[in-house]
């Protein structure tokens, strides 16, 4: 069955290459009318009657037992009790991570700054952490524990004083490794509680959940319609599409490596997308020769089947630097260069969401230890966004302060400028601070 | 008819006081379904027919008699020639705002960063300025040279290569101060475009207007719309609501500066919200009288009466720390500090989009030539946002770079974790890379 695997090969000088491309890259998380309007009557259920909506449809859509909102907020003892409950090496690994990515974001985090010039005028920014944040945790088969160190550990390390935890648990079941993760990160709260009725929940606040200033976390597309939703109400992160990685490679990575590299990649859901580019045709044979070697044995072998016919490919270039181009081109979530001296491509690497460098450097291990985060900018969205990061729970406020001379000389500039757009209370309020004109 | 300005007067310690508040900054960016529509039209309309449809809609939406597409790009040497044509304290004073401008927005710049650990593992992040962007400049009555400023040199900070502006330009008409502000910008492409289609041309290109990364500036509700829809396939800015300023006294300030700074947000538009806040009654009452007795002066008298009526509050407080209470929870996107110390109440002060310090910082100094930038976060949403600036114009790749002794320690860590999400590709990828594992 898997013999048959049908494995897309492209070479970058074929006639018909871009066109392929662009329709392989393709992807457009839109959510259709339907979706659209179930979540804004789920939204307005929520934000006008609360706590009542939010059980409801709790039970309705997550076939919840519960039948009052005290049974949807999980204790911190569970948390506890959950972490206390796993394996030692898999709690030692737990932590081990997470103080690793505390390790790293501890770096991100921005400080106050400020000026003063020669007439006594200061300026600057004052950087603060966001009061509280929602985090939200998918549920069933998507539930990682790394997911909520990810989330949750730079809202921590920036100092935001609440971190609020949702989940689904369809039937009532949550999954331990989650809980144990919570724990981990100190979550304040968390309600088993997960859909669109979660968003809005974290977004407006009911009797019981109180509002949140950001959501940040993946979810479904009823997840992600809401959070396009609430947007402005709160701030939310990016909304994720599809995980996707670009391996590039200079023929000397042991083969077996590199197709495992892309079946992780392809194992998370039919729709993830593994790209090999390389300009040494003859291993890309060999990955490919692996590739249909290991692929039975893997126990996601089906999802990762259907992934790589679906949106996979192995792209022959001409040369390092079309890997380049191709590289900027596709922006990817994920890049593996797996090539002998990665540092001296960075300079040229415009967009990708995280570089995994050398042969050595599995995207695996940066997906949950190495210290950076693993929720990335997707389909090409690493043109304009960075990943998850300390300063996504941080925000600042500019300074101004005006030194009666600084002011005498500012606001004779800003009436000029004001006059020019005919704001003239504006021009009259800088004016007022101009020497000559002080009453 | 000014005398029967109706101007709201609250007391903090009323019953109904929260109830109050709440429903004056009750505001709530919303398109109507109507809008919503119209706007996904015309977004098809443009990634489908490209610069035909672009030009059909200019000429329907904004009278301009342009026929093809050519005659909708501003050449350099219009823009040259607007700058040149200014009064010269006009453009002396627009080329002191952006240096000013620049010179604050280079404290910004972010560096790419890394660190090596004991076993050669190196990790970082690396920074890099976006490659192209579009700044959306309204046009009317709103078209304001100092929001080119503000919007376009923290993107030609951070080292954007490409910047493309856009404004509509209703019966072919442009104001040439827009022009000459976006000459002193060094603005790459002038396109004298607007409303949603613009926005669309920006975000999908067209075979003229080319395809950018991110999309900043105001507009209308079209124009709103149009960017949340686009959000995702480029970046964006916030969706600005109506302007407002939160003046809090301590009584000591001339109360005709206060009214007047009160008067420059109010003039804005009807929707803009000018609240001032004190302990002083006696000084509230003396800027109550400012105001009644200066109104009548002003140019924009109508505007500012429809604002402070619609909208505007004098609040009387029990206490300082009762205002900054009343800081934190209006998170106000200008927060004017007229005390004798505003240094000292800084750090009490979580939510604020631009703070002006002290008697002689009035917030029209900021809006134009302190340094600062004037895109501030409105509507509350200084809760989660922050003012643009150059890291909006900057965004980072996570840098992971395993040593091999790096990769044998972390790639247990990760295998452990990989196997207890079940993502046993994970696992096994990151197994290869240790030690005992490798062939």
Request: aromatic letters at 6%; proline letters at 6%.
């Amino acid at each position: 069955m898997t013999d048959s695997l049908d494995l897309r090969r492209l070479v970058a000088s074929a006639a018909d290459f871009d066109a392929t491309l662009d329709a392989l890259l393709a992807w457009e998380g839109v959510s259709n009318d339907q979706v659209q309007g179930r979540v804004e009557q789920i939204i307005d259920r929520i934000r006008h009657q609360g706590d009542a909506a939010l059980v409801q449809l709790t039970q309705e859509l997550d076939r919840h037992p519960a039948t009052e909102m005290s049974a949807l907020e999980v204790p911190q003892s569970a948390l506890e009790a959950a972490f206390h409950g796993l394996p030692a090496p898999r709690r030692a690994a737990l932590e081990a991570a997470a103080k690793r990515v505390t390790a790293y974001h501890q770096r991100q985090k921005q400080d106050s700054w400020s000026y003063t010039e020669a007439d006594g005028t200061m300026l600057g920014q004052q950087v603060m952490p966001l009061d509280r944040v929602g985090v939200y945790v998918p549920g069933g088969k998507a539930a990682y524990p790394s997911s909520v160190l990810m989330n949750a550990l730079p809202a921590a390390v920036a100092g935001v004083k609440e971190i609020i935890m949702v989940a689904p648990a369809p039937g009532g079941e949550l999954n331990p490794l989650v809980l144990a993760a919570a724990w981990l990160c100190k979550v304040d709260r968390f309600f088993a509680i997960g859909g669109a009725q979660a968003v809005a929940a974290l977004a407006y606040g009911t009797e019981t959940v109180p509002r949140v200033d950001k959501i940040v976390g993946p979810g479904n597309i009823y997840v992600a319609t809401a959070k396009r939703a609430v947007f402005g109400q709160v701030g939310i992160d990016m909304i994720a599409g599809p995980s996707e990685i670009l391996v590039v490679g200079d023929g000397q990575t042991n083969p077996d490596w590199i197709a495992m590299d892309l079946f992780s990649q392809a194992e998370h859901d039919e729709e993830a997308q593994s790209i090999l580019v390389s300009w040494d045709a003859s291993w890309l044979d060999q990955v490919e020769a692996s590739i249909r070697r290991l692929l039975p044995t893997m126990e996601r072998a089906e999802i990762i089947r259907a992934s790589l016919e679906a949106r996979g490919a192995l792209i022959q270039v001409d040369s390092p630097e079309q890997a380049i181009e191709m590289i900027n081109r596709i922006a990817p979530e994920h890049l593996e260069l797996s090539v002998a001296d990665p540092h001296s491509w960075l300079p040229q690497i415009r967009h990708a969401g995280a570089i995994f460098m050398g042969r050595y450097t599995a995207e695996a291990i940066g997906d949950y230890c190495a210290g950076p985060n693993h929720v990335l900018p997707t389909s090409g969205t690493a043109r304009f966004s960075s990943p998850l990061g300390v300063y996504d729970f941080q925000k600042r406020s500019s300074l101004i302060f005006c030194s009666p001379e600084g002011a005498d000389h500012l606001g004779r500039i800003a009436a000029e400028l004001a006059e020019g757009e005919s704001l003239t209370a504006h021009a009259q309020s800088a004016r007022y601070r101009v020497r000559e004109a002080q009453p």
